[in-house]
């Protein structure tokens, strides 16, 4: 008997947190936080944790309400994060002390860990096992779990499969089908073919694009997309400000790739910054430090676009925190002139992201993005490709696996809807064989 409780992500984009019951084992994947709810709550920047109790998160509802399996807590062998992004991961400092389990991770997503929890000084108890991508871990005679490659926005994310005596539940959050990956490899389709062809009972699957009738672009678009605003557009003498996710690895190689062909000096600013990159330099996977200047905190910042200013901004490139407008990220600071930087006419602002569409997200864009119109800046928006699946990669998912039941995850209802009408298309049943859940409800299978 297989048990599928949802826990946090079926409602809304965010929380992810599920718990699978294989007989008396039970697996927890990801545990993250809700970032709207953080955010208004701390009016911290997107990629930042400050120290809060977990009793006052929940209360908000940025972390996921984990009573709802009580039950199970001593039957917990193993908490898998999927990825480094804090919608998956941002909720074990608060949680994970809970379960005595060890989790289980990438190299990358184990250093974005111990970064969060070194900032906020919170030891983690739990063992932390690192596993490489296709790595095989047996926690007990009767369950194992695999690592499969795949592509996202931040590096060394990964499928899991759990095979069991049932069958194999895959849990397929977060991804994209990139074949031009600019960090690591493509996804391993013959992985994910050869667990079709052995059976997979259960499909949990990320909605997000579901909605998008197309496949995602490789991420190779969107450095041919920087690549055209950062060097084919006249910013000689103006300042050049970009902005994007902090934990995009990959965007960020870009962006230091034409920083350099620019010939300014490249400096990072921001904590999340930061992190993300120290995180990367420690496993090896990149080496910014030989060619970015990268500043954490507020003062030093401060001090810093002070010299800048003195030495002449034009001989710089800035890479700052505050893509979605966050009110205390470095770039709202800089339009809100609490720091010494002032904007210019054509001086190039590039958000390398979208607007996550959600109500605080939309309007602090939309503030931001006036006050720079007000210093009648170039403002370069959507220079980006999405890091999750379209419905398209999902027909291909669903194409090579075969699963038995689809489970929607990580999606609004709209979008969940858009995953199980593309299941339906298929062949599966609503209710029989694609199950719409919601934060709390399970399904045995």
């Keep these: 008997m297989v048990e599928i409780r949802a826990i946090g992500g079926y409602d809304y984009i ?3 947190m599920t718990a699978i019951k294989i007989n ?5 994947l990801d ?3 809700h970032l709207d709810s953080y955010i208004k709550y701390t009016e911290q920047e997107e990629e930042d944790i400050i120290k809060i109790s977990a009793a006052d998160l929940l209360r908000v509802g940025a972390i996921p309400d984990d009573s709802v399996i009580n039950e199970w807590r001593h039957k917990v062998k193993a908490i898998i994060p999927t990825h480094a992004h804090l919608d998956h991961v941002g909720a074990l400092i608060f949680l994970a002390h809970k379960y005595d389990a060890p989790i289980l991770c990438t190299p990358f997503t184990k250093e974005v860990i111990k970064a969060i929890a070194s900032d906020e000084k919170i030891k983690i108890k739990n063992d932390i096992k690192t596993l490489n991508v296709n790595s095989i871990y047996h926690i007990s005679d009767d369950l194992k779990i695999e690592f499969i490659n795949m592509t996202h926005s931040t590096p060394q994310t990964v499928m ?5 005596k049932d069958g194999i539940i895959l849990y397929a959050n977060d991804f994209k089908f990139d074949n031009h990956p600019t960090i690591g490899k493509k996804p391993d389709y013959v992985k994910l073919k050869h667990i079709g062809d052995k059976g997979v ?5 990320d909605s997000t694009g579901a909605k998008r009738d197309i496949k995602t672009p490789s991420e190779l678009v969107a450095k041919e997309m920087l690549k055209d605003v950062m060097l084919g557009t006249g910013n000689k003498g103006k300042a050049v400000i970009v902005t994007t996710f902090a934990s995009h690895l990959a965007r960020l190689k870009s962006i230091v790739e034409f920083g350099k062909k620019m010939n300014r000096k490249i ?4 904590r999340s910054l930061a992190k993300y990159v120290k995180a990367g330099e420690n496993i090896g996977i990149i080496n910014f430090s030989k060619d970015v200047e990268i500043v954490s905190f507020g003062s030093k910042i401060k001090k810093r676009l002070g010299k800048i200013e003195k030495d002449g901004r034009s001989g710089y490139l800035l890479v700052v925190t505050g893509h979605q407008g966050e009110p205390k990220a470095t770039l709202s600071r800089m339009v809100d002139k609490q720091m010494p930087f002032k904007f210019f006419p054509e001086d190039h602002v590039i958000f390398s992201c979208t607007v996550i569409p959600s109500k605080i997200n939309i309007e602090n864009r939309e503030r931001i993005e006036m006050k720079l119109k007000n210093h009648h800046v170039r403002i370069f928006k959507d220079i980006h490709a999405s890091g999750h699946a379209s419905r398209e990669d999902l027909r291909d ?6 699963p038995k039941h689809i489970i929607p995850a990580h999606g609004e209802e709209d979008m969940k809807k858009a995953l199980a009408d593309l299941a339906i298309e298929k062949g599966y049943e609503l209710g029989k064989t694609v199950h719409i859940l919601h934060d ?5 299978l």
């Design 31 to 33: 545990m993250g936080l």
């Design 201 to 205: 009972l259960a499909l949990i699957c």
């Design 14 to 16: 965010g929380k992810n």
């Design 267 to 270: 400096v990072f600013l921001g």
């Design 397 to 402: 998912l669903i194409n090579l696996v075969k």
């Design 440 to 444: 709390g409800q399970k399904v045995r």
């Design 160 to 164: 899991v499969a759990l095979h069991t």
């Design 24 to 28: 008396e084992d039970v697996v927890i």
